[in-house]
């Protein structure tokens, strides 16, 4: 009897063994790792969804090192990241004046020649700037944004690092890569076949947006069909088109289509628009007085908390320029869209509404008034709209959850690439392990015990 007590309490003694392991997996070893986060020319519709994810990373206990033109800024809102900021060089505003010049042209892909060149001269400086910076916090895995970026890629494979690629679309293929992350979702996305290496990992949504200023709140809550007008922080129209649709949306106000309107202005003046305007009817109006927001219905700012506006219930519509950003935001808050694309993916993006039914399309150069009017009226009150809005709110928000993955699949590729010289194979840092043990057979071998043992003392299995 003795003995099979004996037996019995080895038994359990070597069960309680073997499962008393160490929960945390990789994440042990962490705080040795680094992540260096590229982005050349993407800007914040890039940036913003690659640092979203780095602060899941952060929080798992990884070192975080952004290298951006626009870190100055991000800084105050990603405070627990490091920053290294890529500084403007003396031909910065040359480029930039050939490249907002052709907003207002008939966009083609010719355009993106100044974009090129820019990105050529720049070439020496950036790698530099990833290189030095790679060397000086010991990086282990690269984050690079796709956009005229290969500076970012060039380094990672010259010091032989793994890569992990940013993209917002599936229209490119990134080379010398170990992931490819892409920033969209299927529903949105034009359906299509992809390699395992190319995941789509989209909408990347905050979990924290600017709130509503007080002026703003005020606004919504005064008003119950309001349209919302945002061209970003890069983009802006012609003194004709602003004429064309300041008077659109005071046509449509005296219509009762819409009954409010905020518009931010962000690279737009008061210059930019002409001193008066003629309604349909002839009326003169004054644009200076709406300009600064003496009219009881249309509200004019500088700076708009985007997510929040579109989020509000009384937020009925979003004129946009079809930033990436801009198309995942209306979609998550079910926010039917008017495009107004300058260049870039914009166009594309439009399309894409528009086959979904959930948008539809201005011209930049063939803008017109009515046609302004009779697009917001239809979006409005097309049902086949509001059930396709419903369902794209619905997956965009299902969708959202997959930055966890993308996350996951960073972990993945970094410890992949930092084991794949030694003999034991990085599974070691990713299942949990016995402290005292190590392999699955101990498992077996503790249980087998258990089982030998109850059977000695007559207990029936």
């Given amino acids: 009897m003795k003995k099979r007590n004996f037996i019995f309490l080895l038994s359990i003694f070597l069960l309680i063994l073997v499962f008393y392991v160490d929960v945390s997996t990789s994440t042990q070893n962490h705080t040795s790792k680094n992540i260096l986060i590229g982005s050349f020319v993407g800007g914040r519709s890039h940036v913003n969804p690659m640092l979203d994810i780095a602060v899941l990373l952060y929080e798992r206990g990884y070192n975080i090192i952004l290298v951006a033109t626009e870190s100055h800024s991000l800084s105050l809102e990603y405070p627990t990241l490091k920053h290294v900021p890529l500084r403007a060089r003396p031909y910065d505003f040359s480029y930039i004046k050939i490249v907002r010049e052709s907003f207002h042209k008939e966009y083609n892909y010719k355009n993106l020649a100044a974009l090129h060149e820019f990105h050529i001269k720049s070439y020496n400086y950036v790698f530099e700037v990833y290189k030095n910076t790679a060397e000086e916090f010991d990086v282990d895995l690269f984050f690079c944004d796709a956009l005229l970026n290969d500076a970012c890629l060039d380094v990672a494979n010259a010091l032989k690092k793994p890569v992990v690629g940013y993209t917002v679309n599936l229209n490119g293929r990134l080379l010398r890569t170990s992931l490819v992350l892409v920033d969209t979702f299927f529903g949105f996305e034009v359906p299509q076949t992809l390699p395992p290496n190319i995941q789509e990992i989209g909408p990347v949504m905050s979990e924290e947006y600017p709130s509503l200023t ?230 077996y071998v503790a249980l087998l015990s258990v089982i030998f043992g109850l059977r000695l003392i007559g207990v029936g299995i």
């Fill in 214 to 443: 007080p002026e703003l709140d005020d606004f919504l809550n005064g008003h119950k069909r309001v349209l919302y007008v945002s061209f970003g922080t890069r983009f802006f129209t012609t003194i004709e088109n602003n004429n064309k649709l300041l008077k659109a949306f005071i046509e449509a106000i005296d219509k009762k289509i819409i009954d409010g309107v905020i518009w931010t202005l962000v690279l737009t003046s008061k210059d930019d628009f002409s001193p008066t305007l003629n309604l349909i009817d002839g009326t003169e109006i004054q644009t200076s007085s709406i300009l600064d927001n003496k009219h009881p219905h249309i509200h004019i700012s500088k700076f708009g908390p985007q997510f929040s506006i579109l989020n509000h219930n009384n937020t009925k519509l979003f004129l946009s320029h079809g930033g990436t950003i801009s198309c995942h935001e209306s979609l998550y808050t079910g926010t039917p869209m008017l495009v107004f694309p300058f260049a870039y993916d914009q166009a594309g993006n439009a399309e894409k509404l528009k086959l979904n039914g959930v948008g539809l399309i201005l011209s930049k150069l063939n803008l017109d008034v009515n046609d302004v009017i009779s697009k917001i009226d239809l979006l409005l009150k097309d049902e086949n709209v509001k059930k396709n809005v419903k369902r794209l709110k619905f997956l965009s928000m299902i969708n959202s959850k997959r930055k966890y993955r993308a996350a996951d699949l960073i972990e993945y590729t970094l410890h992949d690439s930092h084991n794949k010289d030694t003999s034991k194979g990085f599974l070691k840092d990713w299942i949990p392990k016995a402290r005292f043990f190590e392999g699955d057979v101990n498992i």
